[in-house]
């Protein structure tokens, strides 16, 4: 007999008014098969192994029968895109089943990606193929592992049939679990139409759903502004590039959501750019903090008309956004020392950092392993005046830096190359190497015996230069 889904839907996106979305049924695949599902995810969302491994499980991912209690639905959004306007957006090819409760009393989205066209295809087919499924599950769960707020990855489905892109590719869905996909965008769609009961209702349901502590749109403002500081923060001491900066690419909830051209720095360079589009370096390494700034302005625009005196409200809303430089620096600060063992800062510390910042770029040593052979109290050779400054300054610490070191600086990380490596074994029929790196993933900070290779950067012709959305 087949298990029963745990599942209990309560759902409260849809019942929103119907301008905020379209219901819509998922595209049932032609020959779906399970590629993988996520165990550990599962059973805080009340889903046990014997489910999973039955035809219900599959018939979900796949979008061949939604469960009850699903009420499918694409959400409408609009959007700045590289900084261009775009006033009509929204879930192209992705559908919110619906929002479960999970075992901490968190309410969490589950949504299909690749699932088939909906109103706002824009002439897409609605699918995706089975290289960014397998890229934005791997980094996805890589980054919820390194203790970065991040949507996650449920289980990925292949389709049965081929997606046209460049060339013909296999078609895979995404099952992916958010706080909410509730974005920035989301907001801009209603304050460009000058909708202002449905940004008072968006604005509602934010502050119920994630924030509750906030009493205005301004508190919400100033809380969506602190949990995108730490968020960047955090991208930034991993060096990780996201690549795709759109405001609808920005979660209201904090959390990083769409792994399009994401990428993971190997040598270190403050202007590192990865994304095919990305022409101009909008999206570098070191702008990121800007442009959450910018589209963090762009969400408080939105907010303005639930704010009384427009001129009150405008400087109400300048003096919040001026508070992320401050937010920001002191979140990063904090982790960057943490990487070099410190934990009780001192004054000129901040020099420290910097000065083996500038190191690693100098001698273009490995980002990740840069800091991580500190552990070790090795240091590039060219950087011997800062690593006896450094040491003498461990000296002055009362926890033991080592420990602090080897807790913050991961062994692993879902390197460019391995995923290229990966995504191409598994259009071949071959998931070894996916299931491999996904659990050397699952604990980043630990050694693993007989996986050190997935430590290694890229030899010259290994080196990725370019990542792609996969749309």
Known sequence: MTAQIPLTFDNTYVKLPDRFFTLQPPTAPVDPKLIITNEQLAKSLNIGP????????????????????????????????????????GDGRALLLGEVVDTTGKRRDIQLKGSGRTPYSRGGDGKAWLGPVLREYLVSEAMHALNIPTTRALAVVATGENVQRETARPGAVLTRVASSHIRVGTFQYFAARQDTDALEILTDHVINRHYPEARSPLQLLDAVISHQACLIAKWMSVGFIHGVMNTDNMAISGETIDYGPCAFMDQFHPDTVFSSIDQHGRYAYSNQPDI??????????CLLPLMGDEDAAVQAATASLNKFPAIFESQREQAFLRKIGITHPRKGDAKLVAGFLHGLAATGTDF????RDLSDHKAPTAMQDWRSEWLARLELETEDPVKTMTDTNPAYIPRNH???????????????????????????YCEHTGFEHYRLPPKPEEIVRQTFCGT
């Open 292 to 301: 959450a700034v910018w589209n963090l302005a762009k969400f408080a625009s």
């Open 418 to 444: 391995r995923i290229e490596a990966i995504i191409k074994a598994a259009v071949s029929g071959d998931y070894q190497p996916f299931y491999e790196l996904n659990n050397t993933l699952k604990t980043p």
């Open 50 to 89: 014997a489910w999973l491994a039955g035809s219900q499980a599959l018939a979900m991912f796949s979008g061949t029968n939604p469960p009850p209690g699903s009420e499918p639905l694409a959400q409408v959004y609009a959007g700045h895109q590289f900084g261009g306007w775009s006033q009509q957006l």
């Open 368 to 371: 990740t392993n840069g800091f």
